[in-house]
């Protein structure tokens, strides 16, 4: 089974909310990345996720936010925009904490999902995965998928290792 069909059919997505959203940010030329487990997941062996974590450039995240709403579902949240297609289970968060606003700029093209898309760098990833683990307002569960995350990269790039503040390291290692 090819990776689009396997998660199409893990996130129940009959309502091929996926590629409609590729489809319409390709169509305005926005500039974006996937981050979060996805982008993780670009780099090393994949695990299941129903989320999809993306980053919009900054001057593009009005013109998105207006396009999102006349095509989708769209809820704000302090640091996000989350995005709903009914018929689909997928579960897209667009972050609009500014931290991440050179991530689109140092992206990459990287296979994820069975597609083709811009995946933030290496190094970026890693950082969105730090900031997530030490932030005291996520839910637990989340932080200790995180942390599983980093211990993927780090077991994958070793080098990267240096990038991880040492209170985290002793929790993974």
């Not at 933030?120 to 890693?126: I, R, V």
Request: aromatic share 8%; with cysteine; glycine share 4%.
């Amino acid at each position: 089974m090819e990776a689009l069909t396997f998660w199409k059919t893990v996130t129940m997505d009959r309502s091929d909310f996926l590629e409609k959203l590729i489809a319409l940010l390709a169509k305005h030329q926005i500039q974006y990345c996937v981050i979060g487990g996805q982008a993780v997941n670009a780099f090393v062996d994949p695990v299941v996720s129903l989320d999809l974590d993306l980053v919009v450039a900054v001057d593009q995240l009005e013109v998105v936010e207006a396009l999102l709403a006349e095509a989708f579902t769209v809820k704000h949240f302090p640091h996000s925009l989350n995005v709903y297609l009914a018929g689909s289970d997928v579960r897209v968060q667009i972050q609009t904490n500014a931290r991440y606003v050179d991530f689109p700029q140092r992206a990459s093209q990287q296979a994820v999902l069975g597609l083709v898309l811009p995946v933030a760098s290496l190094e970026d990833t890693l950082q969105g995965k730090v900031w997530a683990a030490l932030d005291p307002d996520r839910r637990g569960s989340k932080r200790q998928k995180d942390l599983a995350d980093i211990a993927r990269l780090i077991e994958a790039y070793p080098p990267l290792r240096d990038l991880v503040p040492a209170m985290l390291l002793e929790r993974l290692f």
